[in-house]
């Protein structure tokens, strides 16, 4: 995720020959006690290994992962790999932000409106700009050393520069400690107000990247999740109707993963993607998905390999949606409210991205020389058709998905 005070941490990449062919023939489309450490201990820390916690987490080569699942009904890990391991957190970093809103707030008394202005956005969308000003005007990394207190984490440290929030160091095993603060020790009110709008997570993340991989890909609801993305290699995000990005969200370089070599002890310079949250009825499971890539990687397939790995996961609660998962091609592909091109473009995916077929059925003809193909895969998680010629099969009509 974006990461700075002023700066997005991306880089986009051109696509040419036939797939620019394709991209345009596409685009014909809280509020009880004070919240203080003295009101509100820090649950205790489950940092040992559980007897009942595995070790098969599916690891997609070239990715360096750091995994925690908890289960708070058995009150024990059912995973565990690398779970102290520590990754540049990216818009992970933002809980503890909003932990530090409220620590001292009363919270009998309601959120201003002019606060859940930047709140909501900054949990749901994960505003970058929210969180520039609050980090900006509250002691930079003094946040993050006030909640690694507060909490008690073992693998939190600020960043060295503090004008990069997304810097902050964390691990799978201390963002399972922020989520048991928020649920089990958080005054009432406010751990509504986290949580309800975590499970309020829009599709289009503020930066239009699309940000529901991970927890959000691999469980159906009910989840809460908040996910974090940061990489040069990562194109400008493409979520929503629109086929173009407009002037100004153009991502750029990340200046100090290239001018500060000793910004922090952790990796700054490959893409991290990152998705944490909790699975089930009641927030049983929580789930920490921390991921580093190879360089160069791009968002898509960095999206499908935290997927994959998700799903592999022991996650007691979680239940796996209905489909057949398929690889897709191009870039910007459209998903269309109806099986046919038109002004009916609901969003468009990363490049190259793992999609779940839930049904498929024929609609208008679609030609990419020397492919044509009338039959159209429904996504039940986008809510919406892409055609079946942009899917990664050859046969026109997928063989074992039934039909809508």
């Not at 995994?67 to 970093?93: C, K, W």
Request: proline residues 7%; neutral net charge; charged residues 15%.
């Amino acid at each position: 995720m974006p990461c700075t005070a002023s700066t997005k941490a991306t880089a986009g990449r051109r696509h040419t020959g036939l797939l620019a062919t394709v991209t345009a023939f596409l685009s014909l489309t809280l509020v009880g006690t004070v919240f203080s450490p003295s009101a509100a201990a820090a649950p205790a820390r489950p940092d040992a290994p559980s007897a009942a916690a595995r070790t098969s987490v599916v690891v997609p080569v070239g990715v360096t992962a750091g995994v925690a699942v908890y289960d708070r009904q058995a009150g024990t890990f059912t995973e565990q790999l690398n779970p102290s391991m520590q990754f540049r957190s990216a818009s992970i970093v933002k809980l503890l932000m909003v932990l530090d809103y409220f620590w001292n707030r009363d919270p009998g008394s309601p959120v201003p409106a002019a606060d859940r202005a930047w709140l909501e956005p900054m949990l749901r969308s994960s505003d970058d700009d929210a969180a520039n000003d609050y980090w900006s005007n509250h002691g930079y990394t003094s946040i993050v050393t006030r909640m690694r207190r507060n909490l008690e984490l073992s693998d939190t440290e600020p960043p060295a520069n503090p004008d990069f929030w997304g810097y902050t160091a964390m691990s799978a095993r201390d963002t399972v400690t922020v989520y048991r603060y928020i649920l089990e020790k958080a005054p009432a009110s406010v751990r509504t107000f986290i949580m309800d709008n975590l499970r309020q997570s829009t599709r289009c993340a503020s930066d239009r990247f699309d940000q529901h991989f991970g927890i959000a890909g691999a469980f159906n609801r009910p989840w809460a999740v908040k996910q974090g993305w940061s990489g040069s290699s990562y194109p400008e995000g493409t979520c929503g109707p629109a086929s173009t990005v407009s002037a100004g969200t153009a991502a750029e370089a990340d200046p100090v993963a290239e001018a500060d070599p000793v910004a922090a002890a952790v990796d700054l310079t490959h893409p991290v993607l990152h998705s944490t949250g909790t699975v089930g009825t009641g927030d049983r499971s929580i789930v920490a998905v921390f991921t580093q890539h190879e360089a160069g990687t791009s968002y898509g397939k960095a999206y499908t390999d935290v997927g994959r790995l998700t799903r592999s996961l022991n996650v007691p609660g979680g239940v796996a949606p209905t489909g057949k998962w398929y690889g897709t091609w191009s870039s910007q592909v459209a998903v269309r409210s109806e099986p046919r091109i038109g002004n009916n473009v609901l969003t468009r995916l990363p490049a190259g991205v793992e999609v779940l077929v839930g049904c498929q059925k024929k609609g208008q003809t679609v030609s990419v020389p020397p492919y044509t193909n009338d039959w159209w895969a429904y996504l039940p998680q986008y809510g919406g058709y892409i055609s079946n010629i942009y899917i990664s099969h050859p046969d026109n009509q997928l063989p074992d998905v039934r039909l809508c």
